[in-house]
Every structure is written in structure tokens, then in C-alpha cells.
């Protein structure tokens, strides 16, 4: 059963940047698709971006221009990098994979933290 882990949160100021990885163990993730999403508190997850084996990606309006989302097959792992983060994206976030039609596999989260 594949299982997603994500490693890189952690606290920054704005204008930072960090590098959020999302490792998939007992399986190979080679050519469905993957997502980024978050939570921040009291609100809905919603989704940030989004790649396909393709190499296609999405973005929402929200982080468009400061995230890249990128997945290295070889190494069974999903990237996001992200640039110029403002406080607004303090959030858990979550990676996530669509084994059938939609993303059915999800990760533990981590968290997001940028001060002001």
C-alpha cells in the first residue's frame, strides 16, 4: 500500500522561501497524478497546484508565479518550491495522489509557518 510522507515545513519569514518534499513508499508514483493542498486553520483544504506524468502542471491564482511544483521519478518524490511566501500561506500542508479518479492517497501534512 502506498503510503506519502512529507518533509520541509517549518517557520520563515516573509519573503522566504522553502522546499516541501513529499516521499512515496510501497509503491511507485511514476505516472499518476500529484497535488499540493493546504489547510490553514479554520478553514477548508484547498488546493495549490497540481502536476501530471505528463510533466502539465496547474496552479492556483493564490501562489501562481511564486510556487513550482516538480516530481523526480527516479526518486519516487514530489517537490514544491516556494519563493517569496507571505503570511497567508501559513498552513498544514498536504501532498497527495490520485491512484483512481481522485486523490485518494494523502500524506500526514506539515506544517507552514510565515511570520510578518
Known amino acids: 500500500q502506498v503510503q506519502l510522507v512529507e518533509f520541509g515545513g517549518g517557520l520563515v519569514q516573509a519573503g522566504g522561501s522553502l522546499k516541501l518534499s513529499c516521499t512515496a513508499s510501497?509503491?511507485?508514483?511514476?505516472?499518476?497524478?500529484m497535488a499540493w493542498f493546504r489547510q490553514a486553520p479554520g478553514q477548508e483544504r484547498e488546493y495549490v497546484a497540481g502536476i501530471r506524468w505528463t510533466a502539465i502542471t496547474n496552479y492556483a491564482h493564490s501562489v501562481k508565479g511564486r510556487f513550482t511544483i516538480s516530481r523526480d521519478s527516479t526518486k519516487n518524490t514530489l517537490y514544491l518550491q516556494m519563493n517569496n511566501l507571505k503570511p497567508e500561506d501559513t498552513a498544514v500542508y498536504y501532498c497527495a495522489a490520485a491512484l483512481g479518479t481522485t486523490y485518494d492517497i494523502w500524506g500526514q501534512g506539515t506544517q507552514v509557518t510565515v511570520s510578518s
Open positions: 510501497g509503491g511507485t508514483l511514476n505516472t499518476e497524478p
